[in-house]
Every structure is written in structure tokens, then in C-alpha cells.
């Protein structure tokens, strides 16, 4: 990217405007954090109420979106390239966990829908190849 003399000649809000090409609401992202983290500890709180376990990729999810607002935030203030990367990468991957979960989830309603062996198992490999799907994409 550019080099530290250049960036030094930069204010703050340049800064911020050179990696996302516009300014970041704080305002907006302070509302998704706090959003996020009520949803997040709900969802804590039903997954280790119910045992669901494959429900925990969902509140990883949630604790990437709310990393990734909070760098957001910093950022605003304190703009450096790695707090950029970092809360990009949290904001883009965290959806991912989200598909993973939507996928075991649909797999677990084939199996329970129908009590044949071939259902659960095509069930199991439509969620195994979504899977796979997801994390391929990434790169």
C-alpha cells in the first residue's frame, strides 16, 4: 500500500477515507455492536441452555461482527492498515459461520423429517458439500 511518509502528510479522517473510500458511521456502528452483542449473549445463553452445540458457530459469528465494529470504530480515531485488515477479514468471514450453522440446520430438519437411512445420509452430504463450498469460496 503506501508507505508510512505518505501517510504521516495525511490527517485522520484522509486516512480512514483512503481504505474505505468514504467515512464509517460510528453512530452506525456503535448500534451494530450493541445489537450484535444482545443477540450474541441470547444466543450463548440458548445454546448452553438447550445443548445445541452446533449453535456456537452462530455466537462466534456474533463475536466476529462485534470485533469487527469495534475495530471500526477505533479506526475512526486511531487508523492504522492492520486494524483495516483485521476488521474487514471479522466482517467478511463472520457470515460464513453463520452459512455453516444454516447448513447443519438443514441437514438435522432432513434427518428428523424423514426417518429413512438415505434421507439422513443425503442430508448429511448436502450439509458436508455447503460446507466445503463456504470455506472454498473464501479463498
Known amino acids: 500500500m503506501a508507505d508510512n511518509s505518505y501517510l504521516s502528510l495525511l490527517t485522520t479522517e484522509q486516512i ?34 438447550t445443548r445445541a452445540w452446533f449453535m456456537f458457530a ?4 456474533g463475536a466476529m461482527e462485534i470485533g469487527g465494529y469495534v475495530l471500526r470504530v477505533k ?23 453463520l452459512a455453516i450453522v444454516e447448513y447443519v ?9 424423514t426417518s429413512g437411512k438415505s434421507s439422513a445420509v443425503f442430508g448429511k452430504a448436502v450439509s458436508g458439500f455447503m460446507i466445503v463450498s463456504e470455506i472454498a469460496c473464501l479463498g
Do not use: G, W
Not at 479506526?75 to 459461520?97: C, D, E, G, H, N
Not at 440446520?105 to 423429517?113: M, P, Q, T, V
Open 58 to 61: 452462530a455466537v462466534v459469528t
Open 16 to 49: 480512514v477515507k483512503l481504505y474505505y473510500h468514504e467515512t464509517p458511521n460510528r453512530d452506525a456502528a456503535i448500534t451494530a455492536i450493541a445489537l450484535f452483542s444482545a443477540v450474541t449473549v441470547i444466543l450463548l445463553a440458548t445454546t448452553i441452555k
Open 75 to 97: 479506526m475512526l480515531s486511531q487508523p492504522t492498515y492492520i486494524t483495516y485488515v483485521v476488521s474487514y477479514a471479522f466482517l467478511v468471514i463472520a457470515p460464513v459461520f
Open 105 to 113: 440446520c438443514l441437514s438435522k430438519l432432513i434427518h428428523r423429517a
